[in-house]
C-alpha cells in the first residue's frame, strides 16, 4: 500500500513545482513590467527644479516685501523642497554637490520670515540671491545670472496682503 503512495507524491510535488514555477514567472514579468513603467515615466530634470526655484524666488520677493508673510512662508518652503528634490532625484549630476551652500541663506530668509521682520527680510534675500549667483557662477552657469526681481512673475496673483 505505501508503495502505491509514492508515485502519487511524486506527481503532486512535481505538479506543484510546475505551479510555483510558472507563478514565479508571472511575478517576474509583472514586476519587470512595473520596472518598465519606473523608467519610461516623467522625472523632471536639473533645469525644470531651477526654474521652479527662480518662479518661488520671485514670488517670494514680492510675498516679503509686501509682508505677506504667509505666503512668504509657503514660497520658501517651495524652495526647499526643490532644494530637496534635486538632491533625491539629480545625484548624478555634478552640480548638485553644489546645492548644500544654499542651505544657511535659505535658513536666514526663513527665520527673517518667522520674525516678520522686513528689514532682516530684506537682507537675508539679497544673501539668498548672491548665494544663487556664487553657486552659478562655482558649477561653470554663471551666465545664469539672478537679481532681485523688479516686476511680480504673475500679473494674476496678489501679493499685497
Known sequence: MKKNFI???IALFLFSCSNESSRINRLQSRIDSLEQKVNDSYKPGFGEFMSAIQVHHAKLWFAGINENWALADFEI??????????????????ESKSIPMIEPALDTVNAA?????????????????????TCHKDVNY???DVKIPDSPPFSNQVFKK
Do not use: G, W
Request: hydrophobic fraction near 35%; aromatic fraction near 12%.
Open 142 to 144: 554663471s551666465f545664469n
Open 113 to 133: 520670515i518667522q520674525k516678520k521682520n522686513i528689514a532682516q527680510f530684506k537682507n537675508s534675500f539679497v544673501l539668498l540671491t548672491n548665494t544663487c549667483n
Open 7 to 9: 508515485p502519487l507524491f
Open 77 to 94: 518652503h517651495e524652495i526647499m523642497e526643490n532644494v530637496d528634490a534635486i538632491r533625491k532625484y539629480e545625484t548624478d549630476r555634478s
